[in-house]
């Protein structure tokens, strides 16, 4: 005998079709969430010309004490280090680090450490972002078991990072029309399966409301879906995503020859 087919409750019908009707929490008098979240730093660095006229053995013994720095910070188990070069990719910046952890506390403790470094002295910080990971509010009728707010950076040869800024009137639309918008959002992004978005949220923390991260092996994939987005309605929304930044994924003391 065939077996009789799942019958779905309608509850649980409508809870995948759900989304959150109360963002703000005024109606339900959502209580403060105070469950434990990673914290995420983008550390850019630009390095002083004069470094590259040291000679040969100072600025291989200066590099070799940041990168014993990095390297030890990136072998501790509560502590996330990645590092990517921008050497030839961008004016502004050489390279940066990418920091995660749940005490921010620790971005200090390691960048006190660098600072202490003679290479420190001849770097300087254009540009330091810092957010906190959390779950979307716009994904819930796509997976409504939820999902870990924890991430796993740097899985692509290159990581595209920008700053990210909506309209104030964004947050004057109904949830309706925003989860319809966010809904074309990711159908417009299904597509492209090689790049994967971290996206982490600055309110309150930072300059701008979220930092946008993608990973992926080819830019070429990701300059395709940047443009393909520009035609969503929610890119009417925005207000600010520069600067962007293109990085190289590569080890510190690969990152440390770009340089000099």
Known sequence: MRPEPKVRKLSEVATRRMF???PAGLVIDKAPDRARRQFLN???FKLDPAFRRLSEKAKKAAKAEFAAVV??????????VRTYSLVGLRADVDFMIWRIAFDPGL?????????????????AQPYSFLSMQKRSIYVDRYNPEGEGVEIR????KYLFVYPFVKKREW???SPHTRQGMMDEHIYLSAPFTGV?????YSYGIDDQEFVVAFDADHPQEFVDLVHRLRFSEASLYTLRDTPMFACKKKGIREVLEDLA
């Open 20 to 22: 959150d009707l109360d």
């Open 171 to 173: 947050y004057k639309l």
């Open 42 to 44: 983008y550390a850019f």
């Open 196 to 200: 994967r978005l971290n996206t982490s």
């Open 153 to 156: 950076p740097g899985e692509g």
């Open 71 to 80: 390297e030890a910070w990136s072998a501790r188990e509560d502590f996330i």
């Open 107 to 123: 971005f200090q403790a390691m960048q006190a450490e660098l600072n202490r470094t003679a290479l420190a002295g001849y770097l």
